[in-house]
């Protein structure tokens, strides 16, 4: 380590951490250039924040029936003015996120940020009101990464090494890339972890308060965030225990809690969102932790289907435990002994993290878990330090991060939707049409709401026989008409295209149909007469 040290001094201070932020900032921008189109929840993520007092596109939900979207035409601004902050639209409106996330299933943190943004940019809606604090964010976790490698590890070029690795990562950039509160709360369990190391070498009474900070606003953010939280801050407790240091041990405990009871009280409709199904059956944890059989099919998806890595960082974990046991027992090596366990301390919570959501999260999918794949970093931070005890590591990090950088460029993370390109040009051919949607429910007009705005307007309704509809098309004469058709029975209506297609056509003047794609939960067709 003398060697790497006098190294380090002939550098300024913190170029590596420079390097490593300046290359991801080059790889993010690209990706986010790139960007093509939204998921249904980044749609949501927009309309719940900006959309004053309407939680749902076309009043759905608001104060009656959650799921159903009645009848009715939408027009190219109601989209509009469900995404953004208009000219009439009280801007900085605290009030009105925190009314529509008591009638969502999400704390109201994240989208109380995206409207602070949106309204800086009044009449304006862009991926980039979104992706601009997403960056920041992101920045911020890798910086964050950075102090707790150094916290851990002592070394510049390692905790460098882990933000670089991270922040080229699937994992990372796909967090990054999704306009939803996972990079935020990804941002704030680094935090959390970081606090909790340092607690851990040095307890203090402003530590504890700033944990119970970071629990209160994880909390506030989504909650998924819990369970990291809670695994470490009773292994943090247990170990202060094992040290004898009661007070410590009583007062980190006394402050998690409180945290946890001020969330409960600022935002009560956590119980609600927790107990009701909102989502549909498959929502219900307490069913999906019931239904063992459906364990291992969860969990092979969770360890072994996610393009993201996971597999590789919990065999890395258990790599570095073996390091650690072989290094720091047989070796007798002092030094990892006195101040390298605590990255233990903070890399063992992950697995029943990851385990937890993949039996009760409501859906199989990857970002419930993003916000502990910083943390795995810790894995390959201790497997450079085990090496830096017996080689120079600079350039095998320089060699690592260059391929990093080669892969990172080679793959596509998440969250991209490259493909609505096309189907932003085939509704774009057809702007002038009148557009029809097919559904009862909200989620699947949400889904397609950026294509939806082409048109002048769109008429919603669930009956292809209805007087509405027939009345709707006869004022638009047009050649043809483009129809969307929920098809999906979980989230949405779940109707046969050629079902709905044969009932439109035979209570219409149009004669012909041509399929023009389909897209999750919808189908999209056009009518020609």
Request: charged share 15%.
């Amino acid at each position: 380590m003398a060697r790497q040290s006098e190294g380090m001094r002939k550098l300024p201070r913190h170029l590596p951490l420079f390097i490593s932020l300046v290359v991801v900032l080059a790889v993010s921008l690209h990706f986010c250039l790139w960007k093509s189109g939204m998921f249904i929840d980044e749609i949501y993520t927009y309309g719940l924040s900006n959309s004053s007092y309407m939680p749902f596109i076309g009043n759905g939900g608001a104060d009656g029936d959650h799921d159903r979207i009645p009848e009715q035409t939408l027009t190219r601004e109601d989209f509009f003015d469900y995404l953004a902050i208009t000219e009439d639209e009280a801007r900085f409106d605290a009030g009105s996120v925190y009314y529509n996330q008591v009638r969502d299933v999400h704390p109201p943190l994240y989208y109380w940020i995206l409207n602070f943004c949106s309204s800086l940019v009044p009449g304006h809606f862009s991926k980039w009101i979104g992706l601009i604090p997403d960056l920041i964010l992101y920045l911020g976790t890798l910086v964050l990464l950075y102090a707790l490698g150094l916290e851990l590890f002592r070394s510049e070029w390692i905790a460098a090494a882990m933000s670089l690795f991270y922040g080229l990562s699937q994992a990372g950039l796909s967090t990054m890339l999704m306009i939803r509160m996972y990079v935020l709360v990804t941002l704030l369990t680094v935090l959390l972890a970081l606090l909790t190391a340092r607690e851990l070498r040095a307890p203090s009474r402003k530590k504890e308060l700033a944990v119970a900070v970071v629990i209160f606003l994880g909390l506030i953010t989504q909650y998924y965030f819990v369970f990291y939280a809670f695994f470490l801050c009773a292994a943090a407790v247990l170990t202060l225990l094992f040290r004898r240091n009661w007070k410590a041990a009583a007062c980190f405990t006394l402050f998690s809690f409180t945290a946890v009871g001020l969330m409960l009280l600022s935002f009560p409709a956590v119980f609600d969102q927790l107990n009701g199904n909102r989502l549909g059956p498959q929502s219900d944890a307490l069913a999906n932790l019931k239904n063992i059989s459906a364990w291992a099919g969860r969990l092979r998806y969770y360890f072994g289907q996610i393009r993201v890595g996971l597999p590789v960082a919990v065999g890395a974990a258990v790599v570095c435990l073996l390091l650690w046991l072989i290094f720091a027992l047989l070796h007798k090596d002092a030094r990892l002994r006195r101040s390298d366990w605590r990255f233990l301390i903070l890399l063992l919570p992950v697995i029943p993290t990851v385990f937890i959501p993949a039996v009760i999260s409501p859906v199989l999918e990857g970002r419930y878990i993003y916000n502990i794949f910083p943390i795995c970093t810790l894995a390959t931070g201790f497997c450079l330090l085990a090496l830096s005890r017996h080689c120079e590591v600079r350039g095998l990090i320089a060699a690592a991060a260059a391929l990093a950088l080669v892969w990172s460029l080679r793959t596509t993370p998440d969250y991209i939707y490259d493909e609505h390109r096309t189907y932003n040009d085939i509704v774009l051919a057809h702007a002038e049409a009148p557009c029809v949607y097919v559904t009862g429910y909200y989620a699947a007009p949400t889904q397609d709401m950026l294509q939806l705005m082409v048109f002048d307007d769109v008429y919603i309704t669930e009956n292809p026989e209805s007087r509405g509809l027939k009345k709707y098309l006869a004022e638009r004469p047009q050649d043809e008409c483009v129809v969307y058709i929920d098809v999906d029975s979980m989230w949405g209506s779940g109707f046969k295209s050629d079902e709905v297609l044969a009932e439109l056509l035979e209570n219409s003047d149009y004669s012909g149909c041509e399929h023009l794609y389909r897209y999750a939960l919808s189908d999209t067709w056009l009518l020609t007469r």
